[in-house]
């Protein structure tokens, strides 16, 4: 038990569907983000939403929208996706930076998005 | 711009072999955070070890140990007497605080197969 939950844990979807991705934690935690991992690149960090305001969006295309309703989900909605645009996607949240000691994000498991 | 290397992409060492893992960053920042995550194959990634950039001293937690020189902006991670359990993609993070969420830049990761 990881703390962060995201569903599904697997999407397959054509170029032409559109999909959402589920993150949901109930750790108390203020900021919310997305990320993308693909093979033998970093994480992208793609957007932060802190007390469900977006704080960050990294150049995301539009064909992907996250929506944060409060502090404990997050979502991605996904649209007219291409293939390069599978990958594991993870979400993370943390509390509020206490200064010198920031605490480490808690990720969830992933979902391992491929598009054909 | 922040950066983060991790040369090694792929380690394989023998049961109960030492191992380290290297982990070089570049920032601007005077006051920053790194960390090091343990990603198993579930996809999840695992917070190790926090370090704030104030805190040269090393630490030692079990069979893991880590080795912060500022002078050379490296942070190096040492697993002893490694065991298969600890095959996972490691990842050496830098963090900076962006009021009240972390702005992480991660690694490339470094893939540790430990063979029985």
């Known amino acids: 038990e990881t703390g962060v939950t995201q569903t599904p844990r697997h999407l397959v979807m054509g170029m032409t569907n559109k999909k959402s991705l589920k993150c949901e934690q109930h750790?108390?935690?203020?900021?919310m983000y997305w990320y993308k991992q693909s093979a033998k690149k970093p994480l992208e960090l793609m957007f932060v939403y802190n007390f469900k305001e977006q704080t960050e969006n990294n150049s995301v295309p539009s064909r992907f929208s996250p929506e944060c309703p409060n502090s404990s989900h997050l979502f991605l909605h996904l649209h007219t996706l291409q293939p390069e645009d599978s990958a594991l996607y993870l979400c993370?949240?943390?509390?509020?930076?206490?200064?010198?000691?920031?605490?480490?994000?808690?990720f969830g498991n992933g979902t391992r998005l491929t598009v054909t | 711009a922040q950066k983060v290397t991790q040369a090694q992409t792929e380690i394989s060492v023998v049961e109960k072999e030492d191992v380290t893992l290297d982990c070089v960053y570049e920032?601007?920042?005077?006051?920053?955070?790194l960390f090091w995550y343990k990603q198993p194959p579930s996809g999840e990634l695992v917070f190790l070890i926090r370090?704030?950039?104030?805190?040269?001293q090393n630490e030692i937690s079990g069979r893991y140990s880590w080795n912060f020189q500022k002078s050379t902006s490296s942070f190096n991670f040492t697993i002893t007497a490694s065991q298969v359990v600890d095959s996972a993609v490691y990842f050496c993070a830098l963090s900076e605080d962006s009021g009240g969420y972390q702005k992480v830049t991660f690694g490339t990761g470094t893939k540790l197969q430990v063979i029985p």
């Open positions: 993370a949240s943390s509390p509020p930076s206490t200064g010198l000691f920031d605490s480490p994000l808690h």
């Open positions: 370090r704030n950039s104030f805190d040269e």
């Open positions: 920032t601007r920042d005077t006051t920053y955070y």
């Open positions: 750790l108390g935690h203020n900021a």
